[in-house]
């Protein structure tokens, strides 16, 4: 479907899986170890945004490559 080498590939998805990993990490945080409200909705909005970009970067990945 996309013109990208395997290798390549195999990067984005690990890009993407830290990614996520940052992000549950980053919920964590907000949730239970920072108190003051807006600093935890600034840390959340920036988890939602890093599962956005794991999800974007994870289209190419399910795709698959037509690189032979």
Known sequence: MFDISRMDLMWISFYSLGAMALAAVLIYVARYKISSRIISTIVSLV?????????LLMIPVLGGSTHA
Do not use: E, P, R
């Not at 988890?47 to 999800?55: D, G, P, V």
């Open 47 to 55: 988890a939602w945004a890093l599962l956005i970009i794991a999800f």
